[in-house]
């Protein structure tokens, strides 16, 4: 076996006897936690939390940040000459990638406090950084725990079942670190062309950050006339998220984004023209936008039926859950000692994992007790019962998500959460706006829970292929939930008092899923008629796409995010199908296909990052816009945005062209 590649036997089932011998064997003693990997993991941590915090809010998508600091970390041992680094290397992915899982949980829920506060002003809805970080810190760590006794289900006893796809890339990056690798390159340079590229717009106002159809007089009186209307916001890190999702799910979102925008928008206002969409604003009289503020319901109700397939394709392990858990706390399992079981198969043991849910569980319900539901002890224990129940069964279909696709559903099944949240809360007696508050807690510790047990499968699969020690990337996982947590609670605070996450402010702060999360619970807790019909029929949507073999949960993605986010997706997934299909040699294509996943992330980490900076210029009052919004969205303005996002993409297109 190579030094730098994986067994024959790692990406296909195992045959009766036969084993699977790692990188790194089970009698070998690799260096692992150092004070190198731990302060270069933490450190990884706060960035990426900051970087990922700063784009999902800014635009609804949060990209992945494992393979980035993959890269980053070979690199940085390459670069410092350090021997046999394979083992820190893992630990520092996995310390890391704890960024991307608190995020994605903490953004999907947690703005929508803020949402409300704005939008009700009298309820004196206070949201402080401890609340989004104790929501975000004890989902983490229930997740995780949740996930521990599955570790051997998902990467050993289901090994070659499960693709593991984000896991593969991360692994085969770990692997050519082993040559000497300067994969970190071309990723640093793409990350400070993609930033300035970003800073520039934001910090200075240089171009327009989006293209629209309005960008001359034909194009705004066909808008007003039609209810047609064109826009593609043109950043970087956009352009590099399209890239790594691909042409296929990015046509499939942006299909739903074409089918509200272009069919449902214009056919609401020339079907019901007198329909009330925007507080007394009729479908005749709205803009665009404004119907699609209306009409995003339909992505609402696709959106949680998504997660009803999801946990409905998933049952068979849902069930299969608890006789893991029961045999996972049988006796032969705690009979077996350390010295019993190898190394590369030794998890935290079974009764630190009990021992640490009772905790995290009780610290959960005191959050609760003490603040959340103002002392009441049944809406304490109501609500500590559905994290519980919620967070346990869908542990597994996150799993299981993150597996076979490498994307794990965790908006739809939240939604779900937080409508049964809602439902139960207000029979128990909490209702109106301390009801929503209540239910946006419950919905972001259980989002992070389900975020951060996805995210995790991919750390513990990747050190079962190399060989790492699985107790030790639990033990110091938690380190980096704690780090992540904090982060993300900062950067959130930072962007509302930058920039505000109010009803209308959209278009600046996105927040789509907080956004969701909010439009749904409002009617359920204030006792209003809530948009039944359009939820119903977004759910109608989704259960024929899933019929027709089409992610449900991608296309109904795309009918609730706007469209000038959805359209810069497939411009970066049609660049990546243009620069791996131009050679007649598909290992050409493939080292293209590569070295441009490479620049596509140093566009998302670079435009992310300065994002962050700019936001952090704004919150200091800092003002260096060079002519204001009317030079940005004049003709010229966007005709020179679209000038630049064009370079933009030959770059990307050319430099990838040099892998082959």
Known sequence: MSKNSLPENAFRPLKEGE????LMPAKANPREVTAWSLVLGLLMAVIFSAATAYLGLKVGQVFEAAIPITIIAVGLAGATKRKDPLGENVMIQSIGACSGMIVAGAIFTLPALYILDSKFPDADISVSFYQVFLASLLGGIIGILFLIPFRKYFVKEKHGEYPFPEATASTQVLISGEGGSNSARPLVVASLIGGLYDFFVATFGTWAENFTSAFCTLGQTFAARTKLYFSCNTSAALLGMGYIIGLKYAAIMCAGSVLIWWIVVPAIALVWPGLDVAGGITAAEASPQQIFQYAKSIGIGGIAMAGIIGVWNSRSVIIGSFSLIRAAFGKKHEAQGEEECPRTQRDISMKVIVMGLIVSLLATFLFF?????????????VA??????????????????IAIVGSNPVSGMTLMTLILASLVMSVVGLKGTGGMVA?????????????????????LK???WLGSTPAKQQTYKFLGILVSAAT?????????????????NSDVMAAPQARAMAAVIEPLMMGQGAPWLLYGIGAIISLVMNACGISALAFALGMFIPLHLNLPLIVGGALNWYVTTR???????????????LLASGFIAGGALMGVVSAGLTFAGVDWQIAGGEWMNSTFGQLLSLAAYVALMVYLYKASKKAG
């Open 19 to 22: 084993e699977y011998e790692p």
């Open 583 to 597: 050679s007649k040699d598909a290992t050409v294509n493939a080292a293209r296909g590569e070295r441009g996943t």
């Open 439 to 459: 239910a946006l807690i419950m919905g972001g510790v259980v989002c992070t829970a389900l975020a951060s047990a996805g995210a995790f499968i991919t750390d």
């Open 488 to 504: 993300a609670a900062g950067v959130i605070m930072i962007l509302n008092e930058a920039y505000g996450f109010t009803p209308d």
């Open 462 to 464: 990747i050190g079962y």
């Open 369 to 381: 007790q003490l603040d959340v539901m103002g002392g009441n002890l049944l809406f304490s224990t």
């Open 384 to 401: 500590l019962l559905i994290v519980f129940v919620i967070a346990f069964l869908f542990t597994t279909v996150a799993a299981n998500a």
